[in-house]
């Protein structure tokens, strides 16, 4: 048969048919994720909040993917070297990161030589929490809220000690920002990571410590520290009955958020796709349950509010840190 002679409709379907042929891999592309595992990079050892949520999360998942979702933690430099694994990985879907506010909106005005944009080398998926943040001080310190506190260490300048889990850790940006704003002659004692830090409070040997609630509640109920406030711009739905530095200190916040990010580069429909598959995780109510009782307070946000928060954070904390004169160090 003449092929100038075919129906109209027939010969337009003999010339889509090689493109007709090519679907199926590219819808495989598109819309077949996941077909294999995917690992999820926490920057941090196992056993902290981060990790804790990362694994809760793999479960529900799976379930609704129908992959294995692998938490890996590769620890080390402040987190950097986790993130920058996943700066460095196809924008894919298949390797995401759990990582911090401390990444990704901090360690840029903190570290020299970083290995990523915290901002420009990321895809931000999903906002996955905010840890709550304590203020607590030694039983030993006759303070029992935010205002007697100030009142204390202005009568003692010098004799305060304030741990943290190192210089430019969340608990020193903290600490360091509490002091300039209320005018405060405190001691900054640095410790190896959050544990001693924390040990070290409750045995006395320093006085002042914010801290997440995953490292201090624990000892607050039993009586080996005192909770005076959160740091966070409102009061907690955990703790609702606690007040904010912000009451006392108008302004004063520090709000420590989790986030789900992929590298720079992903698609939006796989993003998008994400980010309602892990809301809908972070919803349950096992996992808002398991987190609450750590102290951590899960949320449902689209990636477009994430990438706001991000970029609205990474400039407050430079001009914090420059503000508080910390220099930069190797990172």
Not at 69 to 77: L, P, Y
Not at 138 to 144: G, I, T
Not at 219 to 243: D, F, M, Q, Y
Request: glycine share 8%; net charge neutral; proline share 7%.
């Amino acid at each position: 048969m003449n092929r100038s002679h075919l129906p109209r409709r027939a010969a337009l379907s003999l010339l889509a048919a090689p493109a007709i042929a090519a679907l199926p891999q590219a819808a495989r592309a598109q819309d077949g994720y996941p077909d294999r595992p995917v690992s999820v990079i926490v920057p941090w050892a196992p056993g902290g909040s981060t990790d804790i949520l990362a694994r809760i999360l793999a479960e529900p998942l799976r379930a609704s993917l129908g992959q294995p979702f692998v938490v890996e933690n590769r620890s080390g430099a402040s987190g950097n070297i986790g993130s920058a694994a996943v700066a460095r990985s196809a924008p894919d879907g298949y390797t995401l990161l759990f990582g911090s506010m401390s990444t990704h909106a901090m360690n840029d005005a903190l570290f020299s030589n970083m290995p990523f944009n915290g901002v420009d080398d990321f895809t931000p998926i999903a906002l996955l929490a905010y840890v709550l943040n304590t203020m607590v001080v030694h039983p030993s310190v006759p303070a029992n809220t935010v205002a007697e506190f100030i009142a204390y260490a202005k009568a003692n300048p010098g004799k305060i000690a304030y741990a943290s889990a190192g210089s430019g850790s969340t608990n020193h940006l903290c600490a360091a920002m509490f002091a300039q704003v209320a005018g405060l002659d405190m001691v900054h004692v640095p410790y190896r990571g959050g544990a001693p830090a924390t040990l070290d409070t409750v045995a006395g040997q320093t006085q002042l410590f914010f801290s997440a609630g995953t490292q201090t509640l624990d000892h607050v109920r039993n009586g080996r520290l005192k909770l005076l406030a959160v740091t966070e711009g409102r009061r907690s739905a955990l703790l609702p009955e606690v007040p904010t530095v912000s009451e006392t200190l108008p302004g004063f916040e520090m709000a420590v958020w989790y986030g789900a990010l992929g590298p720079k580069g992903m698609r939006p429909a796989l993003v998008d796709r994400l980010n309602g598959e892990i809301n809908k995780a972070l919803m349950t109510p096992v996992v808002k349950d398991r987190m609450a009782a750590i102290g951590v307070e899960v949320v449902n946000e689209s990636a477009a509010t994430f990438t706001e928060t991000l970029r609205a954070d990474a400039v407050k904390w430079s001009r914090i840190i420059r503000d508080l004169g910390i220099d930069k160090t190797d990172a």
